[in-house]
């Protein structure tokens, strides 16, 4: 069936660090996927999306590529700041069925 | 404008209380969704209405009791709850299938705490 496979965390990364999260999926068809982010007490929030292969999700400074050659979509930000501390999850979407990572929590120390 | 509001922010109540959780959307989707986010897990679907009906139902107790009273409403009834049912639960709401580039739009949540 389909899934998400998300890079395990806690991550703790330095003001202005390099940020890669990693998401990988197994799908049947032409799902769409997303990375969402849930702040502390918060909803999850949108954060990019990608429809179909080699889009390109960006937002706020951070990107994904849907690539349908290694079943990946990897979020990376260059540069990030104590605000993205956050659980961001990846997520794949086919019809009205969503598939969710186990999400990965990120901390920025400044 | 792809805001879900929900209603109560939080909510406490005993195992022997009725209450109900409220989910609004006025972005002209179809499809609702009830997920069921336990801490430092990703949420859990737990029922999903498309044009008003009933379309899923994740083996969710019966004390759990979903309503859709119209495309823009969703209600969620709880009654008898268990203190495992302490959680926050999230509305979202989407195109209806078919539509190109479906996305789940959430709502902030309401808090549920089980005594």
């Known amino acids: 069936g389909d899934s998400v496979t998300q890079m395990e965390g806690p991550v703790t990364l330095s003001e202005e660090a390099f940020l890669t999260i990693n998401c990988t999926y197994t799908a049947t068809g032409y799902p769409s996927l997303f990375w969402y982010v849930q702040y502390p007490g918060e909803g999850l929030q949108l954060l990019l999306k990608a429809t179909k292969a080699d889009d390109k999700g960006s937002n706020k400074g951070f990107e994904a590529t849907y690539r349908k050659e290694t079943t990946s979509f990897h979020l990376e930000k260059g540069s990030v700041q104590v605000s993205d501390s956050a659980v961001y999850f990846c997520?794949?979407?086919?019809?009205?069925?969503?598939?969710f990572g186990t999400g990965t929590s990120l901390t920025v120390i400044p | 404008d792809t805001e879900v509001t929900q209603t109560p922010k939080h909510l406490v109540m005993g195992m022997t209380n009725k209450k109900s959780l409220k989910c609004e959307q006025h972005?002209?989707?179809?499809?609702m969704y009830w997920y069921k986010q336990k801490a430092k897990k990703p949420p859990e679907l737990m029922f999903v209405?498309?044009?008003?009906?009933?379309?899923i139902n994740e083996s969710v107790p019966s004390r759990f009791s979903p309503e859709c009273p119209n495309s823009s409403l969703l209600n969620l009834h709880l009654h008898a709850l268990q203190p495992e049912d302490s959680a926050l639960y999230l509305c979202?709401?989407?195109?209806?299938?078919?539509?190109?580039?479906?996305?789940?739009?959430f709502g902030p949540g309401t808090r549920l705490l089980v005594l």
């Open positions: 979202a709401s989407s195109p209806p299938e078919g539509q190109p580039q479906e996305t789940q739009y």
């Open positions: 997520a794949l979407g086919t019809g009205n069925q969503f598939y």
């Open positions: 972005m002209g989707h179809r499809a």
């Open positions: 209405y498309s044009y008003e009906k009933l379309s």
